[in-house]
């Protein structure tokens, strides 16, 4: 059975740093990529960023307002997606879900986590 | 980065009414877009890819249809569990972007 559980979360001051963990199961790094996507409170979704499966080089993508602050890696060893997120913003406030892209020729993502609450503010 | 914009932004129908809900791109993302579910305090569910395959497991009163920059998702008879909030995604190039969401409730 495909799962994805992430944890980490919690409330954090601004320029401070994070790191959300996404526990993948029923699937490997090796054939799926895995993105993570937020959701602010009340808002729609963004998102975030992903990494590739390792067919595909295991490389990483970020949306412009992460980008440089945030970092996805993976532990294979352990199934472990991971999400740092450094010099925290108040606007990075929200859930944020780890999610599996569909293998196939394209990308949707097919099986979400939970979703794990991330505050920041002073 | 492709803007998706959703109509409506809510609606509300009885039950076994035909729901639409037009998605629409900023430019041509030919067949490249995705339909989620979103019930409150849950993850979304992939429904639709590729603008008009059905995911796995997902029941046949929810189609897509569209190419280009517009786009149609339909729930061909509403039931009351069907009551959330439907994201359409594009993945044309990054960034991934999502249109603002439809919330659908129950008259």
């Known amino acids: 059975e495909v799962q994805l559980v992430e944890a980490g979360g919690g409330w954090e001051q601004p320029g401070r740093s994070l790191r959300l963990s996404c526990a993948i199961s029923?699937?490997?790094?090796?054939?799926?990529?895995v993105s993570w996507v937020r959701q602010a409170p009340g808002k729609g979704l963004e998102w975030v960023g992903f990494?590739?499966?390792?067919?595909?080089?295991?490389?990483?993508e970020y949306a412009a307002s992460v980008k440089g602050r945030f970092t996805i890696s993976t532990d294979d060893s352990k199934g472990i997606a991971y999400l740092q997120m450094n010099s925290l913003k108040t606007e990075d406030t929200a859930v944020y879900y780890c999610?599996?892209?569909?293998?196939?020729?394209?990308?949707?993502?097919?099986?979400w986590g939970q979703g794990t609450l991330v505050t920041v503010s002073s | 980065d492709i803007q998706m914009t959703q109509s409506p932004s809510s609606l509300s129908a009885s039950v076994g009414d035909r729901v639409t809900i037009t998605c629409q791109a900023s430019?041509?993302?030919?067949?490249?877009l995705n339909w989620y579910q979103q019930k409150p305090g849950k993850a979304p569910q992939l429904l639709i890819y590729?603008?008009?395959n059905l995911e796995l497991g997902v029941p046949p009163r929810f189609s897509g249809s569209g190419s280009g920059t517009d786009f149609t998702f339909t729930i061909s008879s509403l039931q009351a569990e069907d009551v959330a909030t439907y994201f359409c995604?594009?993945?044309?190039?990054?960034?991934?972007?999502f249109g603002p969401g439809t919330k659908v409730d129950i008259k």
């Open positions: 430019q041509d993302i030919r067949k490249y």
């Open positions: 029923g699937f490997t790094f090796d054939d799926h990529a």
């Open positions: 590729d603008a008009s």
């Open positions: 995604q594009h993945y044309d190039h990054l960034p991934f972007t």
């Open positions: 999610a599996r892209e569909k293998n196939y020729s394209g990308y949707a993502f097919d099986y």
């Open positions: 990494i590739r499966s390792k067919a595909f080089g295991g490389t990483t």
